[in-house]
């Protein structure tokens, strides 16, 4: 008899706790999103050994941050946690640039191979620039599908917000939306190759 009344109470506390979760479908939001660049900074150096004497490199540092707001609403049972904004930073925060160490800085060889870099640069911003409302359209469809979590305590609240987050950082167009960065940059800085001859550096070389 006490196994029966301990599966029943069981059973009673489940469907409390989806009872009120469902109830949370009721404070769902379409959450605002604001999507910006970060500032970037172009850093040339000239490491201290030899690199690839007929081009430098560029490493781009990418940033793809969430920061999200809530909405907390007291229920009888508990609070519902929904979202409800999404500031987001997705672009290149730093670009560091290295030409070998044989060519004195502003000699001719130099800055041919800068130029070059340069190019590239554009290459990766031009990534961000062009498919920023793609990156609004993938954020938005990624937040309506995630449903507000239901906590019976206020001190469970922090948790929901990071699981939320989670949800988000997990979700599928997030995860096809950096692989779209990566596909592009690749397109975009092989086309940028195709079309330097070297011309200009082989005329610093004569």
Not at 11 to 27: G, M, P, Q, R
Not at 62 to 82: Q, R
Not at 122 to 150: C, G, H, T, W
Not at 188 to 199: C, I, P, S
């Amino acid at each position: 008899m006490k196994n029966i009344f301990i599966f029943l109470f069981q059973c009673f506390l489940f469907i409390s706790v989806a009872n009120a979760s469902d109830e949370c479908l009721d404070y769902k939001l379409s959450p605002n999103i604001n999507v910006k660049q970060p500032v970037w900074e172009k850093n040339v150096i000239q490491p201290f050994e030899h690199t690839d004497a007929l081009h430098g490199d560029v490493i781009a540092t990418l940033v793809n941050e969430f920061e999200i707001t809530v909405d907390i609403t007291s229920i009888e049972d508990g609070f519902c946690v929904a979202l409800k904004n999404i500031d987001a930073i997705i672009g290149y925060s730093d670009f560091t640039v290295q030409i070998d160490i044989a060519y004195k800085p502003d000699s001719c060889a130099y800055n041919a191979i800068l130029q070059h870099e340069d190019e590239h640069i554009r290459a990766y911003l031009s990534v961000i620039e062009d498919n920023n409302d793609m990156f609004k359209k993938s954020i938005q469809i990624a937040s309506e599908s995630i449903i507000p979590i239901f906590v019976k305590n206020e001190d469970d609240i922090e948790d929901s917000i990071d699981k939320l987050n989670e949800q988000l950082q997990n979700h599928p167009n997030i995860i096809l939306l950096k692989q779209r960065i990566k596909a592009d940059e690749e397109i975009r800085n092989k086309y940028v190759d195709l079309n330097n001859t070297g011309e200009t550096l082989k005329k610093c070389l004569k």
